[in-house]
């Protein structure tokens, strides 16, 4: 007759805990002050939807700190926050705008064929993500190609 293996207590792996998600939600708080408007609630929701993008154990002791920044560029991705001086949309991705003969270029950091992390270069906080990420994963460079 075999015992049955104790239960375990831990959540299950990749689950993160009320702890983790608060240390997420004060870190976008002291990063983010145009997120205070912003529900811990909401928060959560995009901890919840964005998590298992980021692995913890490849960004180690920048794990929350990551994670507050990818939850930041993706509410101000979403037009969350303070919106004094415009949008995202509204700013960042209209690259300029001509009246005479009336001519509109758009910013087109956005390629999916030219950078998969484009995207992060629209916001500052994508652009800390980017650099954190960048700090922690090393790129393999095949055929002495660089």
């Known amino acids: 007759m075999t ?11 990749g689950k993160l805990s009320k ?3 608060q240390k997420i939600v004060s870190t976008v708080r002291v990063l983010a002050s145009e997120f205070k408007a912003v529900k811990s609630g909401m928060i959560e929701q995009y901890i919840e939807i964005f998590y298992p993008l980021i ?8 794990y929350f700190l990551a994670m ?17 001086y415009g949008t995202i949309a509204e700013s960042m ?18 390629s999916p064929t030219k950078d998969a992390d484009a995207e992060y270069l629209l916001t500052s906080y994508g652009v800390q993500f980017n650099d954190i990420k960048r700090r922690v994963i090393i790129p393999i460079h095949c055929g002495g190609m660089a």
């Open 3 to 13: 015992m049955a293996a104790p239960a375990r207590t831990r959540s299950a792996p």
């Open 19 to 21: 702890e983790d998600v």
């Open 55 to 62: 692995g913890r154990k490849v960004f180690g002791d920048k």
């Open 68 to 84: 507050a920044y990818l939850i930041c560029h993706k509410m101000k991705m979403a037009g969350l926050g303070d919106n004094e």
């Open 93 to 110: 991705r209209l690259a300029s705008v001509s009246e005479g003969d009336s001519s509109v270029s758009f910013n087109s950091t956005q």
